[in-house]
Structures are given as structure tokens and as C-alpha cells.
T-cell receptor, first 108, second 116 residues
């Protein structure tokens, strides 16, 4: 069974810092990996989707990488802002398995 | 983009009652819908996969008689929490799509259930 782990569980940084969130998965036979953002009490917002054949995807200040062989993905956030404060979840397909998330707080 | 709605957005009920949550794909037809539950500060846990016109496939540990799922049409799936108890209080999220792949799934805004 696919297990998805996210480290750290929580992260607090001052505004302007660059930061990295980590996601690991136990079964490398994935179709794709997706990063989501979840604000408190809200649903999910899709950030980036990486297909299994790809190594990275970029959107604005966000960059996600995928190393399928080692079962790892990272989400890099550049020049963090208070509005980035949220929980970030990664999920892999097949199986629709989610990690527990990293709760990010960016302090002004 | 595709929109998925959930109704109600929040519900408070007494212990022992049943609660129905609807998940609708508003502008597309969804052959597959997924139901998740999320406890505070924890991840989404997949409860079941629902394919239109067939019985739902439940994840291990999820009671099918407790959480009834109906996917009667290509735009609507319902989750009924039967005889709800306080431990069923959670955030329930659905996703809808045209396959079992993440990239084709669109997530609803969630329903917060509080059982007193």
C-alpha cells in the first residue's frame, strides 16, 4: 500500500524567505504527483501537477520537483509572503493517497 | 475550470440521526467520485471510490453500512452518514472526475459535520 509522508509537519518562517517542503512516497510506480494548498476549514486548491515522466513543474514563485526513483518530491516556494500561510498537501496517483501536510506560517 | 459543489457546507446534528452530503459536478460529467474525510490537522483519508451506476469501493476500515454512497448520475454522488455519533464529526471532501487519476479530479469545498 502506498504511504505518503510529508516533512516537516509545521514550518514557520519570516516573510521573504525561500523554503522547501518535502514529500516522500513508498511505491515509485506512480502516475503523477500533485501539490495542493488548503486554507483552514476550506477545500483544496491545486498548485502543481507533475507527471511521472517529468522532473519538475513551475508556476510563479512555486517550483515542484519529482525524483520517482527515490520516491521524493519537493515544493520550493520563493520569496515567501504572509498570504502563503496554509497547509500544503502532496498526493500521488494511482490510489489518491495524500500526505498529512505541512502547515506553513509566514510571519510579516 | 471544472467546478464541484458540496451541500451542505456545514451541518450540526444530534447523535443517532442520519446526515446526507451531496457532491455535484456542475459543468461536467463525472464517471468517478472520491469521498475523503479529514480530522483536524490530519491528512485527507480516502474513504471510498464511487463509479456511476455501480457500487462504491470502500477503503479498508471504512464501514460501508455506516457510510452509504450513492452515485446515481454522472453529476451527483451522495454520502449518507447513518446513525451519526460524535466520533463521526469531521470534514468530508469529495472529488469528481472522469477517471481515477489525480490530474482529472476536481475537489469540492468540503462539508463540516458536527455530531452532538
Amino acid at each position: 500500500k502506498q504511504e505518503v509522508t510529508q516533512i516537516p509537519a509545521a514550518l514557520s518562517v519570516p516573510e521573504g524567505e525561500n523554503l522547501v517542503l518535502n514529500c516522500s512516497f513508498t511505491d515509485s510506480a506512480i502516475y503523477n504527483l500533485q501539490w495542493f494548498r488548503q486554507d483552514p476549514g476550506k477545500g483544496l486548491t491545486s498548485l502543481l501537477l507533475i507527471q511521472s515522466s517529468q522532473r519538475e513543474q513551475t508556476s510563479g514563485r512555486l517550483n515542484a520537483s519529482l525524483d520517482k526513483s527515490s520516491g521524493r518530491s519537493t515544493l520550493y516556494i520563493a520569496a515567501s509572503q504572509p498570504g502563503d500561510s496554509a497547509t500544503y498537501l502532496c498526493a500521488v496517483s494511482p490510489g489518491m493517497r495524500f500526505g498529512a501536510g505541512t502547515r506553513l506560517t509566514v510571519k510579516p | 475550470g471544472a467546478v464541484v459543489s458540496q451541500h451542505p457546507s456545514w451541518v450540526i446534528c444530534k447523535s443517532g440521526t442520519s446526515v446526507k452530503i451531496e457532491c455535484r459536478s456542475l459543468d461536467f460529467q463525472a464517471t468517478t467520485m472520491f469521498w475523503y474525510r479529514q480530522f483536524p490537522k490530519q491528512s485527507l483519508m480516502l474513504m471510498a471510490t464511487s463509479n456511476e451506476g455501480s457500487k462504491a469501493t470502500y477503503e479498508q476500515g471504512v464501514e460501508k453500512d455506516k457510510f452509504l454512497i450513492n452515485h446515481a448520475s454522472l453529476t451527483l454522488s451522495t454520502l449518507t452518514v447513518t446513525s451519526a455519533h460524535p466520533e463521526d464529526s469531521s470534514f468530508y471532501i469529495c472529488s469528481a472526475g472522469t477517471s481515477g487519476r489525480l490530474e482529472t479530479q476536481y475537489f469540492g469545498p468540503g462539508t463540516r459535520l458536527l455530531v452532538l
